[in-house]
T-cell receptor
Framework: KNQVEQSPQSLIILEGKNCTLQ??????????LRWYKQDTGRGPVSLTI?????NTKSNGRYTATLDADTKQSSLHITASQLSDSASYIC??????????????FGKGTKLSVKP | DVKVTQSSRYLVKRTGEKVFLECVQD?????MFWYRQDPGLGLRLIYF???????EKGDIPEGYSVSREKKERFSLILESASTNQTSMYLC??????????FGQGTRLTVV
């Protein structure tokens, strides 16, 4: 069964600290993996997308890694800011062909950054 | 920038009412999706459409229908709203390989 598991479920850190969020998946065949940031009451916004051949991708203070062998991804946030408080959702696309989506969503990690 | 616009941010409807949630995208995307998001359950796909007048059921289509008469517009219809349909509804669109762009969400409360 295709699944995406995220950990931790929630996380509280102090402003300025770093943190790492985890995503493990059992999606096959794998197409790509995406991290989204969702502010409270808003729609998700894409942070990074990674394909099978990519190990690391950065977007400002956000760095995503992908290990396709172990089917694990992480999102590392450097020097956290209060505005990083949000839910972070890992989404894996299964490559069944066609363009209809086949997106499998993790349940998200809720990050709270405290001053 | 791709823009996906949902017609309402907040809605309160009564049990049994017919409810329409509208979604419009401005980037000529073929694919459009409706999800609902509930605490502890994440996003779940209700319906998607890959072309005008085409629709496919997602994981939880019961109690919902959709309409796509024009490429840019995808409507979600709750035929007879029930309290268990209280949720955050998210519309998304994509072109081919999905970079899925999401709308801002509609928080629907059914009383």
């Amino acid at each position: 069964k295709n699944q995406v598991e995220q950990s931790p479920q929630s996380l509280i850190i102090l402003e300025g600290k770093n943190c790492t969020l985890q995503c493990n998946y059992t999606v096959s065949p794998f197409s790509n993996l995406r991290w989204y940031k969702q502010d409270t009451g808003r729609g998700p916004v894409s942070l990074t997308i990674m394909t099978f051949s990519e190990n690391t991708k950065s977007n400002g203070r956000y760095t995503a890694t992908l290990d396709a062998d172990t089917k694990q991804s992480s999102l590392h946030i450097t020097a956290s800011q209060l505005s990083d408080s949000a839910s972070y959702i890992c989404v894996v696309r299964a490559d069944y062909g066609g363009s209809q989506g086949n997106l499998i969503f993790g349940k998200g990690t809720k990050l709270s950054v405290k001053p | 920038d791709v823009k996906v616009t949902q017609s309402s941010r907040y809605l309160v409807k009564r049990t049994g009412e017919k409810v329409f949630l509208e979604c419009v995208q401005d980037m000529d995307h073929e694919n459009m999706f409706w999800y609902r998001q509930d605490p502890g359950l994440g996003l779940r796909l209700i319906y998607f459409s890959y072309d005008v007048k085409m629709k496919e059921k997602g994981d939880i289509p019961e109690g919902y229908s959709v309409s796509r008469e024009k490429k840019e517009r995808f409507s979600l219809i709750l035929e007879s709203a029930s309290t268990n349909q209280t949720s955050m509804y998210l519309c998304a669109s994509s072109l081919g390989q999905p970079e899925a762009f999401f709308g801002q969400g509609t928080r629907l409360t059914v009383v």
